[in-house]
């Protein structure tokens, strides 16, 4: 199974910017999807964005036009560009890995708090 770790968390002001990474331990170039996750404290884990193979994306609709969601297969690297921050937008932050039915992989998660 591959092995996915993110980076790029931390704490923030309110209308920052993070840029998260999820780089993978193998080729990404013919994965079908990929994407990022979140979850806050006592809440369930939920869609932030997917990339797909073709490069076409998806977003929830809480961070349409702040987030943005990027694959650099040469570097099997996954990115989430997040502006405009919110409180809450506070979670721990998931990359996932879509490779086939039934083969889905997890990173550790990195923490985001948006708190003045």
């Known amino acids: 199974q591959v092995q996915l770790v993110e980076s790029g968390g931390g704490l923030v002001q309110p209308g920052g910017s993070l840029r998260l990474s999820c780089a993978a331990s193998?080729?990404?170039?013919?994965?079908?999807?990929m994407g990022w996750y979140r979850q806050a404290p006592g809440e369930q884990r939920t869609l932030v964005a997917l990339?797909?193979?073709?490069?076409?994306?998806t977003y929830a609709d809480s961070v349409k036009g702040r987030f943005t969601i990027s694959r650099d297969n040469a570097k099997n690297t996954v990115y989430l560009q997040m502006n405009s921050l919110k409180p809450e937008d506070t979670a721990v932050y998931y990359c996932?890995?879509?490779?086939?039915?039934?083969?889905?992989?997890w990173g550790q998660g990195t923490q985001v708090t948006v708190s003045s």
């Open positions: 990339i797909f193979s073709r490069g076409t994306t």
């Open positions: 193998r080729s990404i170039f013919s994965v079908p999807t």
């Open positions: 996932y890995l879509h490779a086939a039915l039934g083969d889905n992989s």
